[in-house]
C-alpha cells in the first residue's frame, strides 16, 4: 500500500521519511508491544487510556472491563485511534537539538465493536491472555458464563493505519561532528525480573518455562 | 486532594480503588517514563501520538517539531489528554479472567500553549533533554537560534490530572486457589543495553557514566 491509498487521518505529515504504511511491519509492533493507548473524543474533549491489545488476523482485540466509560461508547462504535509506541533507545545526539529517540509506532483508525457472542468472547479473552503470556491460555481455567459477562471486548478492524518508526544513530550537523562529546545510541528493551509466585501456590509448583524464559525484544 | 474536587473528566469511573489524585505520586510517575500518549480531537476524530515529555515544575512539556499537525493545532490551545503508563509486571491468575498487568498511569487533561519565547524554549529543550538522560543537558550543544526557530514545544499546565494503578498479586476467587496452576506476577521494567557510539566518535572517548550507568525502574 502506498502513501497515497490512506486516508487522510492516517496520513504521516511530519518527517515523512520515518512513515510507512506496509501491514506485516504494523503487525509485528503490534505483536511485540504489551500496553496500547485507545484515544477516543467526547464533545471535543479527548481521552487517552491504556489497554491490554491483542490482535487477532486483521482485526485488533481491546480488553477493557464492561462498565468503564471507554467499554461503553465504543460499543456504540465511535471513532477511536489506537496507538501502540515500542521505544527502542536513546539517541544522544552532539546538539542538543538533534537528541532524539529510536522507536516504532502504529497508530490505527477505526470504529471498534463491541464482541458480544459467548463464544467469541471466550475465545477473544484466551487470545488476550495468549498475547501477553504466550502459552498461558492452555494453562489457565476457562471463564465461565458469569466471568464472560462481565468482561467487556471490543475489536477494532486494522484497516486505517500507518507507522512511524526511527531507526540508527543521530544526525548531527557536520559542524558538530568535530566537538568532544560522546554521541550515539543508548538501546532499550523491556525486562523481566524473576517471577514471583503467590501465596497459594505451592512451593512445589515451580514458574512454568513460559514465564520463567519470558522474552519480548528485550535489550 | 480527594476524588470529589476534580473535575469531572479526570474522575476514574471505572475500578475506583485504584484510582488517586496525590500530586506528588502523579510528578513521580510522569518523572519516571520516557514516552507520553497525547491525545487530541479533531471534528470527532481522535489522534494519539506518542512524544518525548519533561515535567518542569507543574507543567509538562511535550516536544515535537513545528511543523507537524499536532503542534500546529496545540499552538491554538486546544484540549488535550497526555497520558504516561509505566507497566510493572504481569499478573497471571489461575483463571483467564483474572489475568491483569500491574502498572502505574497518570492523565493530564488541559489545554497546551506554545512555549515562543527564545530563551524559554532554549531552556525547554534542556529540561526534555536532562528529563530524558539525566547529566547529559550540560554536555551537549546548546541549541543556537535556527534550531530554536526549527523546534516546537508546547507546556501543558498539570491541574487536572489522575492516576491509576495496580500492583500486588493475582485476585482469583477462592474456589480457583487449589488448582495445580502457577500463579503470581513477573515483574517488568526498562531495561538497557550496552551504549553504541556513532562512526564519528574517537574510540579515545568512552561512554559518559550518565549513559553506562543509566537506570530507570529497571525490573
Redesign the interface.
Known sequence: MSATDTND?SRV???RERASYERSAAYAILDQA??C?????VD???????L?HARDGDRLLLH??I???FQGRAARAM?????V?L?D??V??????H?S?N?R?V?V?GRAQAVTDPAEKAAA??R??EH??PG??A?????NRK?LN??GVVALPIEDFSIKSRTG??E?NVA??E???????????????????????PSS????EY?RL?RRG??
Do not use: K, N
Not at 471535543?44 to 491504556?50: A, K, L, M, Y
Open positions: 487521518r505529515r511530519q518527517a504489551l500496553v493507548h485507545a484515544g477516543f473524543c471535543g474533549q479527548p481521552f487517552v487510556i491504556p491490554l477493557g472491563a462498565a468503564s466509560r471513532e477511536m485511534c489506537v496507538t509506541t521505544l533507545g536513546l544522544l545526539a552532539r546538539s542538543t537539538f537528541h529517540a522507536y509506532c497508530m483508525f479473552l484466551e488476550l491472555v501477553i503470556v498461558r491460555a494453562d489457565a481455567r476457562e471463564g466471568e462481565a468482561t544513530m543521530p548531527d558538530d561532528l566537538l568532544p562529546i560522546w554521541a550515539g545510541v543508548l538501546p532499550m528493551g523491556l525486562a523481566t525480573g524473576a517471577p514471583q509466585a503467590d501465596a497459594h501456590t509448583l515451580a514458574a512454568p514465564v519470558y528485550c535489550a
